[in-house]
């Protein structure tokens, strides 16, 4: 799954000054996918859209994002199981959660268990950029020299 066309073998890409930030987009809507791309890659951002918490998870082995946009209801794994895989795999990396389907006790649970946000479907857009952009920023994110987390590899 590489952003860039024609990249050679896995490489892992350091943090430098500078770097745009790179996101998952984990939704099983096509169209919330597509949409998302659209938004973030306006806002200067390298994305790549999954359409399962499993294709995410499995991918995890050729690139690391600064931060996962999960929705939380999705077929199979959903939004928090795959917050509880990153958390059991030791993956320490900013999460947000978003939903259509608001539940106050998800919500408690999921921020007390380190989701950067959650937020409700229909996204705002520039509030979603905002929560990207501050997550990352917390967690030494891609503006960062020299950090250790959120390493990207291209095939």
Known sequence: MSTTPGAGP??????MENRRS???IVDDEESVRRALLR???AANM?????ASGEAFLSSLEQFRP?????????PGLTGRDVQKRLISMQINLPVILITAHDDMVT????LSDGAAS?????????????SINESIARAGGASSAGGTSGHRTES
């Open 39 to 41: 938004l973030l890659r």
């Open 10 to 15: 896995v490489a892992y890409w350091p943090r």
């Open 46 to 50: 390298d994305a790549e859209a999954f």
């Open 107 to 110: 919500q408690q649970q999921s």
């Open 118 to 130: 959650y937020l409700r479907k229909p996204l705002r857009g520039d509030l979603l950029v905002r």
């Open 66 to 74: 600064d931060c996962v946009v999960l929705d939380l209801q999705m």
């Open 22 to 24: 790179f996101v998952a």
